[in-house]
RNA sequence: GUGGAUGUAGCUCAGGUGGUUAGAGCGUCAGAUUGUGGAUCUGAAGGUCGCCGGUUCAAGUCCGGUCUUCCACCCCA
């Protein structure tokens, strides 16, 4: 016997539920992302690993997955023992390509690419899986799809405005709370100046960053163990700790880092969000988090995280300002504003929450029995007639018994199954059951569309 | 990548201290009902006990390794 077939951990098969549930979400979020005008665009499952590494930080940089040259690679490698004695070493000379980590990256590659056969403003959405060769847990997986909307080659904030207003209106029709947490780089940015310790940035924001998950104690020796004195980390968590309410928060903090030009110059742009959300007419909160850093390091400006708000997951859409992602690719000035949408986690989520939609697997409309070969015949004419007239219809392909075909009509959820035996046949009728309601009738098949384009009825499940 | 738990039929799980032929419920299939599904009854099929090795007269059970899934850390959608 043959050893049980599995798929790569991290990964999964989709059933025809699953699929029905899934496209309900990226049809949801993809009628939302062309209410506001952005257009779609894809890019290459593989990128060059020099696209890819260097840009997510040396964590990002481990969970790329490589993959191996083709040909006899192993032959250009020098043979040498630091080749053989470090996997790093060995896979830069084995691995030219990888696959993609996230579409943000990518992104700005194609910007770069085609930056005279686009129109900046440049709006888009990217809709693709992406790959993580993390440890596989809950709500995380090796392989994702990732619902990217960005805006680059504009600085204005009402870029940020829109991006709030896209993440309000696919929560409010997807029909579950989202809380929204904003922050800004240069808020934190400026902390770490007030503090004195402009150069620990990315190990101070790390550790805010876990102030949800942990408590404060362990925030603190975090820092303490980074190296910073006691007095910078009283700071940094009073920075933290502010409350109040948006714009109580953010006077707080025009005290607190008055001192730091970049920092109240993210305040300032926090302000002017906030202002305009407020008048906004939004369904989910939307709050400032001045604890909120987010791990990924080309953040410049404002940063969106959003978790669901009765379901412990990790974040369902995460994003922000980038200033600089172009620039290594070799164009400078051009900054952009991005979300993500996980729909992966937002999959979860609804299934927890039972937010789905009760009828979304209704394939067939109508399944036509089969009693033999003549009745086929006569039965296939008028399949083909429904189909044309827009209505979902298929016969059973054998000529089973009753009960297997009515078991499977209704296994399908299927909504009406025509029987058409040797009487029908010889009247040149339909004998229609509605299978929810258990009711049939006797009709012509030329009354067969009308009735059921009549009749809105789906059966839920 | 580090630490911990887990793995028995398609699914959910039983199987004290090793001892003949490994069980249940649900599901599947067949029949009761030769042109009628979702209810009921009857019956049947289905397992190299994750995989490899070790200890033992004897391993689902003990030991080691490996893989899977899950949890925590790390990081993140």
Redesign the pocket.
């Known amino acids: ?4 077939p ?6 999964r098969d989709f059933l025809p539920l699953e699929m029905a549930r899934r496209n309900y979400i990226f049809r949801t979020i993809t009628e939302v992302f062309s209410l506001y005008g952005f257009l779609p665009m894809e890019t290459p499952a593989m990128e060059n690993l020099s696209t890819l590494l260097g840009k ?2 040396e ?2 940089d ?2 790329i997955f490589k993959i191996l040259n083709s040909g006899d690679f192993i032959s250009k490698v020098p043979d040498d023992d630091v080749y053989f004695s470090n996997s790093n070493k060995l896979s830069s000379k084995i691995c030219e390509k990888g696959l993609r980590y ?1 579409l ?1 990256v990518p992104f700005a590659r194609f910007v770069v690419q085609h930056q005279n056969e686009i129109t900046f403003p440049f709006r888009r959405y990217q809709i693709q899986p ?1 790959w ?11 392989e ?3 619902c990217d909307v960005d805006v680059i080659g504009s600085d204005s904030l009402l870029n940020e405005i829109e991006l709030a207003r896209i993440i309000d209106d696919v929560f409010s029709r997807l029909k579950f709370k989202a809380a929204v947490k904003i922050n800004n780089r240069k808020v934190l940015a400026g902390m770490v100046e007030v503090a004195g310790v402009p150069e620990k940035f990315i ?1 101070v924001i ?2 805010i ?2 102030l949800e ?2 408590d404060r104690d ?1 925030v603190v020796g ?1 820092l303490l163990q980074k190296g910073l004195s006691e007095e910078a980390v009283n700071k940094i968590m009073s920075i933290t700790e502010v409350s109040g309410d948006n714009t109580g928060k953010l006077s707080a903090l025009r005290e607190l880092l008055g001192k730091s030009e970049t920092g109240m110059k993210g305040i300032k742009e926090l302000g002017f969000l906030f202002k305009y959300l407020e008048k906004s007419g939004l369904e989910n909160e939307f709050i400032f988090d001045p604890a909120l ?5 080309y953040y410049t400006g404002t940063i969106f ?2 978790k669901a708000k009765d379901v ?8 922000g300002r980038y200033d600089n992602l172009t620039e290594v690719f070799g164009l400078s000035g051009v900054s952009g504003v991005g979300i ?7 999959y979860d989520v609804m299934l927890q929450l039972n937010a789905f939609p009760g009828e979304l697997l209704t394939g067939t409309r109508i399944m036509f ?1 089969n ?1 033999g070969e003549d009745e086929a015949s006569y039965c296939l004419d008028i399949v083909g007639m429904l189909r044309k007239a827009g209505i979902s219809a298929e016969l059973y392909p054998e000529a ?8 499977y ?3 399908k959820n299927i909504s009406y ?1 025509a ?7 010889k009247e040149r009728t339909v ?1 229609l ?8 009738q006797k009709i012509s098949p030329e009354e067969l569309a009308g009735l059921l384009q009549e009749d809105t009825f789906l ?1 839920g499940r």
Not at 6 to 11: A, L, Q, V, W
Not at 340 to 346: E, L, M, N, P
Not at 419 to 425: K, N, Y
């Open positions: 016997m043959l050893q049980k599995s798929i790569p951990k991290g990964t997510y930080g964590e990002g481990r969970l996230d943000t992406v993580r060769a993390d440890r596989p847990q809950k709500g995380r997986y090796r994702f799809f990732q190990p790390t550790a960053d876990k998950k942990t362990n975090e850093a987010r791990g990924l390091d995280e959003v412990e997951i990790g974040s369902i859409c995460g994003g993500s949408f996980g729909a992966d986690r937002i029995t009693f089973a018994k009753m009960k297997k075909q009515m078991t009509a209704d296994r199954v029987l058409i035996g040797e009487t029908e046949l004998t059951k509605n299978m929810v309601t258990g009711s049939q059966p």
